[in-house]
C-alpha cells in the first residue's frame, strides 16, 4: 500500500537527517580535536623559538656591546628579534585556538544537536499530519467502495424485484382476460401489492445507498486532490524547510569559525612578513664601508695617524729647508733626476697594477654578489605529485658547483693579494737609497 | 720616542683586527649553531603537523566517501592539506636551513680566516717598512746631530788655533822691531810655520765636517719629509686597504647567506599564503542550500516525492470528476463557500506569519553572520613594550559577551520555530472536515 510506503521513508528521511547531524557533531568534534593538537604544536613551536632566541640573546648581553653597531651584528640582533616575534605570534595563534575558535566550534556543536531536536519535533508534526491525511484518504476509499457495493447490490435487488413485478404481471395480463369475466381473487390483489410495496423499499434503498455512494465518491475524489497536494507540498517544501531548520546558522557559525581561523593565520603571516623585511631592510644595509670606520673609531687611539715628525734643529739652524749650494748642489741635483726617472717608471707601473686590481675586483665582486639565493623552487607544490624537490640537489648549491666555485674565487682572491701586496708598498724615496 | 710609539700602535692594530675577526668568526659561529638548532625546531614542527594530518587525513579515507562532496566537510579537508602543506614547506625550511644557509655561514667562517691571515702577511710587510722607514729616520737625525757636533768641535778648535796664531802674530810683532835689528831666531820661525800647519788641518777638519753636516742635515730633512708622507699614506691608506682585504667578500657573502635564509622564509610565507587563499575560497564557498541538495541527491530514494495517489475506479467509473448534480450539488457549495472564506483568512494569517518569520530570519542572520573573527589585534608588536595582548579579554570573545549572544540567538530562534511550526502545518483541507 502507498501510504505504508510513505510512512517507511518518512522514517528514513528522519533517519538521514540524524546521520547528517551525527556526521557533524563528529566533523566537529574532530576540528575541535585537530585545534586543540594544533594549538599544543603552536605552543611547542614558540617554546622552542622562545629558548632559541634566549640562548643566543643572552650571549649577547654580555661584553662588547658596542659591537651591535656594526651592519653584521645588526642582522644577527634582528634575525634574534624575528626569532622571539615567532615565537610570540604562534603563542597568540594558540591562546586564538583554544580561546576562540575552539569555543565557536563547541557552540556550534550544542546548536546542531539543539536545532536537530526541534527540527524534529516539527518533522514529527509535519510527519503526524501527512499520515493523518493518507489515512483519511484510505477511509474514504473504503467508505466509497463500501457504499458501492452496497449501492450495486441495492440495484439487484430493486431489478429483482421488478423481475418479480414483471412476471407478476404477464401473469395478470393472462388473468386480464379471466379477470373480465370473472371477479378478481382477493389473494392474487395481496400479491400484486405486496410486491410493489417491496419494490418501492428496494428503490427506495436504492437510491440511498446510490446517493451515499455519489457522496463518497465526492469525498474521495476531493481527498483524492487534497492529499495529493499535502503530500506535493510535503516532499517539495517542507522536507527542504526541515532540512533549512536544521542546517540554521551552521554554515555561517562554521563560517565565522574559519574565517577567525584564517584571521589568525593571515595576520601571523603579516607579522611575520614585517619582521622579514626588517632583516631585509638590514640587509640592504650592510656595509663594509661605514663598518670599517665603525671599527676606527671604536678604536680611534689605534688608528689616529700619530703627530708629524718634526724637525729638530739646533740653534739658530730653525729654518727647515734643504740646502742646496755648492758643493752639494750637483749631488742633490743628480739625486733628483734619478727620483724623477724612478717616479715616472712606477706611475707606469702602478698604473698596470692599479688596472689589474680594478679588473681582479671586479670580477670578485661579481663572484661575491652573485645572486644564488633564491630558494623558491623548493616551495613549489605540484598538486598532482605532492612531492618536494631537495634543495641540495642539482641546483646552485650542489656539492660540485660549491666546489668550483670556490675554487675560481679563491685563485681570483691570491691574484688580487698578490697584485695588492706589490703595489702597498712604497718603494720611492726609500727603494732609491 | 715617537717611533716605539708608532710600534705600539701596529701592534694593537693587528691585536684590534684580530679581535674583529674572532668576533666575525664568534658571529657565524653563533649563526649555524642558531640556524642547526633552528632547523631542528622546523623538522619537529614539520614532524608534528605530518603527525596530525595523518591522524585525521585516515579517519576520513574511512568510510562515508561521498561526505566530502559537502561545502562544509571540503573545508575541513583543505584545513587539514594546508596542515599538510605546512609540514612539507617547514621540512623545505630545514633542508634549506642545513645544506645550504649553515654550509654558506661555515664556507665565509674558512673565507674570514683565510683573509686575516693573508691581510695579516700584507700588515706585516707594511709595518716592517713603517719600522725601517723610521728607524731610518733616526738614524739620519742622530748622524746630523753627530756632524752637526763634531762640526762645532771642529769648528772651536780651530777657532783655537787661529787665536794661538794671532797670540803668535801679535808676540812676533814685537819681535820684528827687534828683528830688524837683529837676526832672525830659527827657534821662533818653526814655532810659526807650526801653529799654521794646525791651523791648516784644523780648517780641512772643520770644512769636511761642515760639509758632513750639511749633507747629513740635506739627509735628515729629506728623509722627515718621505717618512712624513710614508706615515700619513699608512693611516690614511694602508690601514684601510688592509682592513679591506680583511673584509673582501664577508659583506656580501653574509648578505648572500641572509639573503637565502629570507628566500626561505617568504616563500615559505608565500605557499602559505596559496593554501590559505584556497581555504578561504571555499569558506566563501560554504553554501547551505547546494549542501541541501547534494544530501537530498546521495539519499534519492529517501526524499524523492511518491507517485500521485490515482483514483481507483469501479467499472464504468473512470471519469474522475466529483458529480456536482442535485441532490449533492446545494451540499457541494455550501462546503465550496465554507472553503473559500476559510481560504481568505488563512491567507491573512499566513502573509502574517510570513513576515515575521522574514523579520526574525534577518536577525538571525544578522547575528549568525556578525563580522566578529578579526583577530589582527592579538599580532599587534607594540615595539616599545613587546608584549602581546590576550585575545579573549575585553574584546568580543569576552565570555560575558558569548553568554550575552548566544541567549539573544537562542531567544530568536526559539520564536523562530514556533512560527514555522505555526505556518508548516496545512490546516486548508484538513482542517474544514
Chains 1, 2 share one sequence.
Not at 431489478?159 to 370473472?182: C, I, M, P, T, W
Not at 626588517?278 to 689605534?302: C, F, G, T, W
Request: glycine content about 2%.
Amino acid at each position: 500500500m502507498r501510504h505504508f510506503k510513505i510512512r517507511n521513508q518518512l522514517v528514513e528521511q528522519f533517519k538521514c537527517l540524524e546521520q547528517q547531524s551525527e556526521a557533524r557533531i563528529q566533523l566537529l568534534q574532530d576540528l575541535q580535536e585537530f585545534f586543540r593538537r594544533k594549538a599544543e604544536i603552536q605552543l611547542e613551536y614558540s617554546r622552542s623559538l622562545e629558548k632559541l632566541a634566549e640562548r643566543f640573546s643572552s650571549k649577547i648581553r654580555g661584553p662588547r656591546k658596542e659591537q651591535h653597531l656594526l651592519s653584521s651584528v645588526n642582522c644577527w640582533y634582528l634575525v634574534l628579534n624575528q626569532t622571539r616575534r615567532e615565537s610570540r605570534d604562534h603563542a597568540t595563534l594558540n591562546d586564538i585556538y583554544i580561546n576562540n575558535v575552539i569555543v565557536r566550534l563547541a557552540q556550534i556543536s550544542e546548536d546542531v544537536i539543539r536545532l536537530f531536536k526541534k527540527s524534529k519535533e516539527i518533522g514529527i508534526q509535519m510527519h503526524e499530519e501527512l499520515v493523518k491525511v493518507t489515512n483519511e484518504l484510505y477511509t474514504v476509499m473504503k467508505t466509497y467502495h463500501m457504499y458501492h457495493t452496497e449501492s450495486i447490490s441495492a440495484e439487484s435487488k430493486l431489478k429483482e424485484a421488478e423481475k418479480q413485478e414483471e412476471k407478476q404481471f404477464s401473469k395478470s395480463g393472462d388473468l386480464n382476460v379471466n379477470l373480465l369475466r370473472h371477479e378478481d381473487r382477493p389473494q392474487r390483489r395481496s400479491s400484486v401489492r405486496k410486491i410493489e410495496k417491496m419494490k418501492e423499499k428496494r428503490q427506495a434503498k436504492y437510491s440511498e445507498n446510490k446517493l451515499k455512494c455519489t457522496k463518497a465518491r465526492n469525498d474521495y475524489l476531493l481527498n483524492l486532490t487534497a492529499t495529493n497536494a499535502v503530500v506535493a507540498k510535503y516532499y517539495i517544501h517542507d522536507v527542504s524547510d526541515m532540512i533549512d531548520c536544521c542546517d540554521l546558522g551552521y554554515h555561517a557559525s562554521l563560517a565565522r569559525t574559519l574565517r577567525t581561523y584564517l584571521s589568525a593565520e593571515y595576520n601571523l603571516e603579516t607579522s611575520r612578513h614585517e619582521g622579514l623585511d626588517i632583516i631585509e631592510n638590514a640587509v640592504d644595509n650592510l656595509d663594509p664601508r661605514s663598518d670599517k670606520h665603525k671599527i676606527m673609531d671604536m678604536y680611534n687611539q689605534v688608528f689616529c695617524p700619530p703627530m708629524r715628525f718634526e724637525f729638530l734643529p739646533h740653534m739658530g739652524d730653525e729654518v727647515c729647508q734643504v740646502s742646496a749650494q755648492q758643493p752639494v748642489q750637483t749631488e742633490l741635483l743628480m739625486r733628483y733626476h734619478q727620483l724623477q726617472s724612478r717616479l715616472a717608471t712606477l706611475k707606469i707601473e702602478n698604473e698596470e697594477v692599479r688596472k689589474t686590481l680594478d679588473a681582479t675586483m671586479q670580477t670578485l665582486q661579481d663572484m661575491l654578489t652573485v645572486e644564488d639565493f633564491d630558494v623558491s623552487d623548493a616551495f613549489q607544490h605540484s598538486r598532482s605529485t605532492e612531492s618536494v624537490k631537495s634543495v641540495a640537489s642539482e641546483s646552485y648549491m650542489s656539492k660540485l658547483n660549491i666546489a668550483k666555485r670556490r675554487a675560481n674565487q679563491q685563485e681570483t682572491e691570491v691574484f688580487y693579494f698578490t697584485m695588492k701586496s706589490r703595489s702597498s708598498v712604497d718603494p720611492l724615496i726609500h727603494g732609491s737609497q
